[in-house]
């Protein structure tokens, strides 16, 4: 019992550490460097998340699902292609920035957003590895690292530019990854190369299938925060934006906890009732969560002492709820998403994206016909309830066959 608990707790300071932390710190960063500098560090850490998406390939999917023999190799492969989409990303700023086509702060900030994107990569790629090796200490380490040193950095060393700062926070984690890691090969170069392009060609429904897929999730969150703006307009969505935090929480935090829990499964391929049992397990602990966000809404806009503390129109109570219901079905099922990537049925993952891209084009082109937003609210509770259902219901499919 007490070493589950420790896993728990370390599994949870991974989690929130080190966002809490750089949560806490914002404030007062924004007083040293400005509002600007602010705004464009959270461009870096996007780039930064895209990174954990996509930089390796999805190839972080195959490190968590590697036997012993195949895991050195597997991360290895993983870094490579880090470093391949790295340079890519840094030779597309060039290009851009010697046609003269980003603007200046942009073209400026690029090899920042190279190194957060690298950083992020190599960050996902370790966690994912440590979570396979069940060294929970150590992840907790690697997944708060880079906010932890950003925080550090900025206080200690006071350096003229955030972004600066940024970028050795990721230069940081990078360094410590490879220390955790870095191993002399068992094997000379040509052999470990070779099991690299081995591992490559065992990997490659991942990144064939994988990485396809996982830039169209990102597209369709990024769709999705456009659409909500567009249908319940500025003034809605930024009071949604204010409440996202506090009454989603629960979610939130139970599909990260989830999430790297079903990272951890070791469950043979062919013990489907193992699978189905843990799924139940993760399906009720969400759904938990969720009935919480779902309370702490509700007291939020409809309870007096709620509507003091976050200061709500109550007009617009009904646009809030259907703003946060798409978030809350993404929470909710994000968890069941990592069963595509444990139980290798990539092809269900991308069937997913495909529709739910459908899904958010018809409800766009339904909101043309109307401008009720009682009708446009209502549009997004069906965009919710799809997101739902469509992913349980693919999920259910990848753990059952």
């Given at each position: 019992m ?88 840094l ?112 990997s ?24 909500t ?30 999430s ?38 509700a ?72 401008a009720?937003?009682t ?27």
């Open positions: 007490l070493v589950r608990r420790l896993n728990a707790l370390w599994l949870s300071l991974g989690a929130f550490g080190g966002e809490l932390t750089l949560l806490l710190a914002l404030p007062t960063i924004g007083r040293i460097y400005g509002a600007p500098a602010v705004a464009i560090l959270s461009i870096a850490t996007v780039a930064a998340n895209v990174g954990k998406l996509l930089g390796s390939l999805k190839l972080d999917a195959a490190v968590a699902n590697a036997d012993d023999a195949r895991l050195g190799a597997t991360h290895a492969a993983a870094i490579a292609a880090i470093v391949a989409t790295s340079i890519a990303g030779m597309l700023f060039w290009l851009l920035d010697g046609l003269s086509v980003l603007p200046r702060t942009a073209a400026t900030a690029g090899p920042v957003i190279c190194g957060a994107f690298a950083g992020g990569a190599v960050q996902q790629a370790s966690a994912m590895r440590l979570l396979r090796e069940n060294r929970l200490r150590a992840f907790a380490c690697i997944k708060a690292l880079t906010s932890l040193m950003l925080v550090t950095i900025v206080f200690g060393i006071r350096p003229a530019s955030l972004l600066s700062a940024y970028l050795l926070a990721n230069a940081a984690t990078v360094l410590a990854a490879a220390a955790w890691h870095l191993r002399r090969p068992a094997s000379n170069g040509p052999g470990l190369l070779q099991a690299m392009r081995d591992e490559l060609r065992h490659r429904r991942f990144i064939v299938q994988g990485a396809p897929a996982a830039a169209l999730d990102g597209a369709n969150m990024f769709a999705l925060s456009v659409l703006v567009w249908m319940a307009g500025a003034a809605v969505a930024g009071e949604s934006a204010q409440l996202q935090r506090i009454a989603l929480g629960p979610s939130l935090a139970a599909g990260l906890l989830y790297q829990h079903v990272w951890r499964q070791r469950f043979p391929p062919d013990d489907t009732a193992a699978w189905r049992f843990d799924a139940r397990h993760v399906a009720r602990g969400v759904a938990a969560a969720a009935v919480l966000s779902l309370a702490a809404l007291g939020l806009l409809w309870t007096p002492p709620g509507r003091r503390l976050v200061h709500t129109n109550p007009d617009d109570a009904l646009g809030i709820v259907a703003c946060l219901a798409p978030l809350l079905a993404q929470y909710t099922v994000s968890a069941s998403t990592i069963y595509f990537f444990k139980r290798e049925r990539l092809h269900l993952y991308a069937r997913l994206q495909l529709a739910l891209l459908a899904c958010l084009g018809t409800v766009a082109a339904l909101s043309l016909a109307t009720d937003p009708l446009r609210a209502l549009l997004l509770l069906l965009l919710a309830a799809a997101i739902l259902t469509l992913t349980a219901a693919l999920a259910r499919r990848a753990v059952v066959y």
